[in-house]
């Protein structure tokens, strides 16, 4: 991997446990008493140092692969827990988060789209998946604060407000994650072939699909299910 200036990795890594810690801060606000809890605890600490070995080891460079590694191994398994959460889990723990923590995490992707410009720059990935071209993921990241304080103030929540931004919020999410995947080195590739998506099959940067994406999502999902069942909490 190309030598890239020291700040690009210290920020994505400071971004990626600012992410985790705040959602397990939501976790935790459920209580220890639920195993679905317990589990993500142990989980997702264990899931960051496992998807580390793994790309330091070289394991996810092998883009030949079909499927390909990073989907088997790393993206895949993180969005199978959460369809098997939101299928499992839905009362006695999705119902439990914060709505407020589940709103505001979303501040992270305001670094983590610096990262991907940075990344860009040093020919890590293709200027179609920064806000140089046609990723504006951005803006859930900006927004978020402004969402928060509107739909949060005087006590009283928002719903509709935070539905539209949640929904809205979910496709720029979408539209990045199919342009990445499509720009990724392998079989399936269909964009980018002058510089494609090769920064996520190293560390640290293997944490974007595998867990700071996944959180995205979660949080996302779980945010519309409380507003759809009326929980504001």
């Not at 092998?62 to 098997?84: D, H």
């Not at 103030?153 to 994650?177: D, E, M």
Request: glycine share 6%.
């Amino acid at each position: 991997m190309e030598q890239l200036p020291a700040h690009v990795s210290n920020v994505f890594l400071i971004t990626t446990f600012l992410t985790v810690g705040i959602f397990l801060y939501a976790v935790r606000s459920t209580g220890f008493n639920s195993k679905p809890a317990k589990f993500l605890i142990f989980l997702v600490p264990f899931w960051l140092i496992f998807q580390a070995v793994v790309s330091i080891s070289g394991f996810f460079q092998n883009t030949e692969a079909v499927p390909p590694r990073i989907f088997l191994f790393g993206a895949g398994p993180a969005l199978l827990l959460i369809a098997i959460y939101f299928s499992f889990a839905r009362g006695n723990f999705i119902g439990a988060l914060p709505l407020r923590i589940l709103t505001i995490i979303h501040v992270i992707r305001i670094p983590v789209e610096l990262t991907l410009s940075w990344l860009y720059d040093g020919g890590m990935v293709p200027r179609i998946m920064t806000f140089h071209g046609t990723n504006f993921d951005i803006l859930s990241g900006l927004t978020a604060p402004i969402i928060f304080f509107l739909a949060f103030r005087s006590g009283k929540v928002n719903k509709p407000l935070l539905a539209v931004w949640n929904i809205a919020a979910l496709g720029l999410v979408f539209n990045i994650v199919i342009t990445a995947v499509l720009c990724i080195p392998s079989p399936i590739q269909q964009l980018a072939f002058d510089q494609p998506n090769r920064a996520v099959l190293y560390f640290p940067y293997i944490w974007l699909p595998t867990v700071v994406v996944p959180i995205v999502f979660f949080c996302h999902f779980a945010s519309l299910y409380k507003l759809a069942t009326g929980n504001t909490r």
